[in-house]
């Protein structure tokens, strides 16, 4: 078992889009998140306090990276604060599933964006007893 403490958490996860402007728009807007930086070929957007969001243009980047296209991927957000996300989404005219309540007691909403990313808001992790170990299945 790895030692505790090594990994502390994601700093960045990073998506293939064909518009990565536009994919930001999407993120502002349904989501909140700020835009740290943009050029050529990708956007950054703050995903919290201490993680981004990378948007970028299709193809290799530097040190043989690329985005990632058709993914799921979840943000922690705080409880009591997914209907009024839901609605934001909605407003869009972004269909929404949810919010979910799962086995535990925490909840979830699930967006798929404009490039077929599959995007969960779930506020897990943002209860006080909340650890990885209390992950359902099928979550």
Known sequence: MPSAGVVTGFSE???????????????QE???LE???????RVCLAAGARARLGLWDPGPKEFGDEGGVHVHFAFTVAPGSLEAMATRVRELGVPVEG???HDGGDRSLYVTDPEGNVVEAWDLFEHEDATVHTLSDGE
Do not use: K, N
Not at 16 to 25: Q, S, V
Not at 35 to 41: F, M
């Open 13 to 27: 996860l990073t998506l293939e889009a064909r518009d990565p402007a536009r994919l930001a728009r999407f993120y």
């Open 30 to 32: 349904a989501f909140g």
């Open 35 to 41: 835009l740290i930086a943009s050029g050529d070929d």
């Open 99 to 101: 919010p979910v309540t």
